[in-house]
């Protein structure tokens, strides 16, 4: 069985490898052409995402486990690790572990946001507003570079110095893009064409009467149960409401609470949205959402990239 480290992947794959894959499997997800598991488990205080997929026609499927420990720090341990597993399609037999300390996950994740902005933002974006100081705030600024003509970078942070140091550590591989720290948070929605958001908040932080027409907003903090990002008539205000799965998304996130609470809203799945652009903007006007839990289908596209391009000689 082969063991690549996320410095095999390093030396071989960009971020960027991953935008299309992303593409075709959110498409293969909502075709109804893949299989798709997602599990929680909270050791010890930790946050443990375990999550699975197969598309039709793989050679391997995936199981990716993802840990999260808030004390790790005070062991001098980073504050998430994980690994992938790829198993033989046809024989189940184990394949490949990808010991990636979740370098994958960030990438994919990353990935994924930029695709769902792309397909929803207006064309013309110019402005990102990143909402969010930690790993997805360094690859989602990256990922989004890579799909828009960005001239300028908003940072929102609960804390000053970690948006500083968010700040510093993307201006030298962001050349040209003017990146400020705005340490007001209603001022960086206003000012943005397309918000990220990217926390761990358990309350609402992106409030309804702050956002503008034509305002982009791919949110992908709130993957559990217990997280929320978006204020519930948000939701509702948006023109088009854009989730990577439906099924997933009335358990976990934003728009489940929303479901829960009654809100009248009627999400798309992003992988419609890319079989059929009609379904998407049809004005600089309209406010859209895009909000992604996470699929096992990512990290099998994600795993399948590794795969090829980590095993040539």
């Not at 993307?170 to 948070?185: A, C, H, K, M």
């Amino acid at each position: 069985m082969k063991v690549i480290s996320a410095q095999d992947i390093k030396a071989n794959i960009k971020l960027e490898d991953l935008i299309e894959p992303m593409r075709h499997a959110f498409q293969a997800y909502s075709k109804g052409d893949s299989s798709d598991a997602i599990g929680f488990l909270r050791p010890n205080g930790g946050e443990v995402h375990i999550k699975s997929g197969f598309i039709k026609g793989s050679k391997v499927f995936a199981v990716k486990v993802s840990a999260g420990f808030a004390t790790n720090a005070a062991r001098g341990l980073p504050a998430w690790d994980g690994a992938v597993m790829a198993f033989d399609a046809t024989t189940g037999a184990p394949v490949a572990i990808i010991q990636d300390g979740g370098l994958l996950t960030d990438w994919r994740t990353a990935a994924a946001g930029a695709v769902a902005s792309a397909a929803l933002a207006r064309a013309n974006s110019r402005t990102l507003g990143m909402v969010g100081t930690g790993i997805q705030a360094f690859w989602q600024p990256l990922a989004h570079k890579a799909l828009f003509a960005l001239k300028r970078i908003l940072i929102w942070g609960r804390s000053h110095e970690k948006a500083n140091a968010l700040r510093n550590q993307l201006e030298p591989l962001l050349q040209g893009i003017e990146i400020l720290v705005q340490p007001n948070l209603q001022e960086v929605i206003q000012q943005s064409d397309i918000l990220v958001t990217a926390t761990s908040s358990l309350e609402p932080l992106i409030q309804t009467a702050w956002v503008q027409a034509g305002t982009h907003i791919t949110a992908v903090g709130a993957d559990d149960e217990h997280k929320r990002e978006l204020e519930p008539s948000l939701l509702e205000k948006a023109d088009i409401l854009v989730v990577d799965s439906l099924s997933v998304n009335q358990k976990y996130g934003d728009v489940a609470r929303g479901l829960q609470s009654g809100l009248d809203i009627k999400p798309i799945e992003l992988g419609s949205l890319l079989e059929q652009p009609a379904l998407g903007r049809h004005s600089d006007a309209q406010i859209t959402i895009a909000k992604l839990v996470g699929l096992g289908v990512q990290d099998l596209a994600a795993t399948q990239v590794v795969l090829e391009q980590c095993s040539k000689d």
